[in-house]
């Protein structure tokens, strides 16, 4: 067992390093001074205290779409319609904070809570789609993000807009946005939440009841079923909470330092996001922080490139798209794992001769 | 508004919309026949949309540009075969891969060759043509319905027919559903269900390149950033609305036109935009409900006896 555990590590980084080298290859060929940007790529986050702050921040909103998808991914629902409940749970919280007189501690909270409840409205369509009409949860899961951006454009543009911007709502008020932990930064008090809900996520998934039929569903449908477990209910609460986290993150990130409007007239691909991070957490809600901050500091690095050199921001999707590639190919290395495992049985059998 | 609609431009608009969509449903279903969701169709026809406009300003010939594209998207399904075929990889997984290089590629590509990151306006490609049937463009009615659409709507419905009789009428089609049926049973009568799936992907491939290059080429007449929009998932739907068979996509893939034209001319009226901009994904959201709700009945009902 431990030595299939070293052999995921080597493979995830094997993974990274791989797709490094295909991004300095790619580096090479657009820029005019590749050692400059690829410098600023792997220590720009590193070189001032803002810097490394904006990986933080960043890291928040990956934690939670990545811990949601990682509960509904370890049930086998590959429901992807966390991109479009983080972008709900971002309207609903600005609809709470422009629309609703409520005192100043208290507004956010309604606000997150709302946000978290309209994204597990929202993820549960394709599960109760599913569930009702056998219709796939990937299709339709896919169709109704695209409803959730233009409904909140929708809603934006008629209900919150400010006409002096004309593309972003009123800004949200000093009462219900969220205040920042650290000065000069605008690292906000989501990330202790982005935490707990990375630990409470494994807690439910691994030390539950309900998160082992989730699981058990996902390693093995029929069997869970022939065990006596609702299927119906492990579609149902798997993609509930997946949304609901996935919303919530949407209502924190609006609320945070880091928007003063709902100016979301696009998706931010926070849903696309997560599937990388729950792939390189192995479904564990407790790695993601990690999967988290190794992508934030690759973005943050990117942008910072971007701004220091000619190698533009985009290279960031290259590396990432390489890197889920790698990681998920079962083969990869498959021969080097097969090494690994004669050796320690060839060692555990030494042992054994020896005693 | 309902004069627009009853008018040869609507007609012709319905087949603009539909012919990516189309394209793309074939190469959905090809790849499903075989066994495979080919989710990577979106990321496939956004590289495909620039290819278009890149090769064919190189080769100042849009059948040019179109035949490099077609080889081009064959070689990303070779790709995707690979890693799913060879390396183990998830399906769903590596295509979210490839949307995801995609998405980023395309932009550093139209940078390095246009120096522009919104759109291709600066590099001079060289659109498919409009084409005139002679004879039938002088008949009344008939002749304005028929004539003067782009070469790449002709030749997606001529895909429709093509496909259809590869998967049904030649051996090769035969070997691909049977791979997707049941791959061991393939396998048991000699059937290389590898080799098979590789070839399944690589035309997928080159189907949903033909779309990418209508989109560039055709639709619009130069590449914008993420203009793919999801037609690559629509696709899927309504592939899978239509059986996975050419004639049904074919079928869903015009319903969703006929949704994208009446929201393209719903746009006159006082209904909000974005409202309008829904309209295709609820259709398509709607009808794949709807189909599978019938097809759980009917399985019900064919279990029960």
Same mark, same amino acid.
């Given at each position: ?13 094997m ?19 590749p050692?400059?940007?690829i ?5 720009g ?19 939670f779409?990545g ?10 629902q590959?429901?992807?319609a966390?991109e ?34 309209a ?12 569930i ?32 002096a911007?004309g593309?972003?709502?009123y ?5 219900s946005?969220?205040p920042?932990l ?15 809900v ?18 058990l ?6 069997? /869970?079923? %022939? !065990?006596?477990? &609702?299927?119906?209910? #492990?579609?149902? +609460? ?5 949304? *609901? @986290? ?54 943050t690095?990117a942008?910072?490139? /971007?701004? %220091? !050199?000619?190698? &533009?921001?985009?290279? #960031?999707?290259? +590396?990432?798209g390489?890197?889920?590639? *790698? @990681? ?28 | ?12 608009a319905?087949?603009?919309a ?9 190469a959905?279903a ?70 995801l290089?995609?998405t ?22 060289v ?12 008949v009344?009615?008939?002749?304005s ?12 419905l ?6 259809h ?54 639709y ?22 239509g059986?996975?068979?050419?004639i ?39 009808g ?12 019900q ?5």
């Amino acid at each position: 067992m431990n030595s299939m555990r070293k052999f995921e590590v080597l493979r995830t980084v094997m993974a990274i390093l791989i797709a490094l080298l295909i991004s300095f290859v790619v580096i090479f060929f657009v820029s005019e001074d590749p050692f400059n940007a690829i410098k600023w790529l792997l220590t720009g986050p590193l070189t001032s205290k803002r810097n490394f702050f904006n990986v933080v921040e960043a890291m928040i909103p990956l934690i939670f779409t990545g811990t949601g998808v990682c509960i509904m991914f370890a049930a086998n629902q590959i429901n992807l319609a966390s991109e479009g409940a983080f972008h709900l749970g971002g309207l609903v919280a600005a609809v709470v904070a422009l629309k609703m007189t409520l005192p100043a501690g208290v507004s956010p909270v309604v606000g997150i809570f709302l946000a978290a409840c309209a994204g597990a409205l929202f993820t549960a369509i394709p599960a109760i789609m599913k569930i009702k009409t056998s219709a796939d949860e990937l299709v339709s899961s896919l169709m109704i993000n695209y409803l959730a951006l233009y409904f909140s454009t929708f809603i934006m543009k008629y209900f919150l807009m400010d006409p002096a911007i004309g593309s972003a709502s009123y800004p949200i008020p000093e009462a219900s946005t969220l205040p920042t932990l650290i000065s000069r930064t605008r690292v906000h008090p989501g990330i202790i939440v982005a935490l707990a809900v990375a630990v409470l996520g494994y807690v439910f998934l691994y030390k539950t009841r309900i998160g082992y039929q989730l699981r058990l569903t996902g390693e093995n449908q029929k069997f /869970a079923e %022939y !065990s006596g477990i &609702s299927i119906v209910s #492990v579609i149902l +609460i798997s993609q509930l909470l997946g949304g *609901f @986290i996935a919303g919530m993150g949407g209502g924190i990130e609006l609320l945070s330092p880091i928007y003063d409007r709902f100016s979301w007239t696009s998706l931010l691909g926070y849903g696309w996001d997560a599937i990388i991070i729950c792939t390189l957490a192995k479904k564990n809600p407790l790695y993601t922080p990690l999967s988290a901050f190794f992508l934030a500091y690759l973005r943050t690095g990117a942008s910072i490139m /971007a701004r %220091y !050199s000619d190698v &533009s921001l985009e290279i #960031v999707q290259i +590396i990432q798209g390489v890197i889920i590639l *790698f @990681i998920v190919a079962q083969q990869f290395l498959s021969r080097y794992k097969h090494k690994m495992i004669a050796q320690e049985a060839k060692s555990a059998l030494k042992d054994e001769e020896v005693a | 508004m309902l004069s627009t609609i009853f008018t040869a431009d609507f007609f012709a608009a319905i087949l603009r919309a539909t012919t990516p969509i189309l394209f793309a449903t074939l190469a959905a279903a090809i790849a499903a026949k075989s066994g495979i969701i080919n989710m990577a169709l979106e990321g496939m026809m956004l590289f495909a949309a620039l290819f278009g406009v890149i090769f064919s300003s190189l080769t100042q010939s849009w059948a040019g540009g179109l035949l490099i594209t077609m080889a081009l998207g064959g070689l990303l399904g070779l790709i995707l075969a690979f890693f799913v075929l060879n390396l183990k990889t998830d399906e769903i997984l590596a295509a979210i891969a490839i949307n995801l290089v995609a998405t980023g590629g395309t932009v550093l590509l139209m940078l390095a060759f246009s120096g522009d990151r919104g759109t291709s306006i600066s590099i001079q490609s060289v659109p498919a043509p409009k084409l005139d049937i002679p004879f039938l463009q002088d008949v009344p009615v008939l002749g304005s319905l028929l004539c003067g659409h782009n070469v790449m709507t002709y030749l997606a419905l001529i895909a429709v027919v093509v496909v259809h009789i590869f998967l049904y009428k030649t051996p090769l089609g035969l070997k691909i559903r049977a791979v997707g049926e049941n791959k061991n049973a393939a396998e048991s009568v000699g059937i290389s269900s590898r080799r098979i799936q590789y070839i399944a992907l690589i035309l997928s491939g080159i189907l949903v390149a033909m779309g990418g290059f209508f989109m560039s080429g055709g639709y619009m007449s130069m590449f914008t950033k993420d203009m793919a929009a999801g037609r690559g998932y629509i696709a899927l739907a309504a592939s899978s609305m239509g059986a996975n068979t050419p004639i049904g996509g074919f079928l869903v893939a015009v319903l969703f036109g006929i949704a994208q034209a009446f929201a393209n001319v719903m746009q006159l009226s006082t209904i909000p935009y974005e409202l309008i901009q829904m309209v295709p994904y609820l259709t398509t959201l709607i009808g794949l409900g709807i189909y599978s709700y019938s097809r759980m009945k009917k399985r019900q009902k064919a279990g029960g006896k």
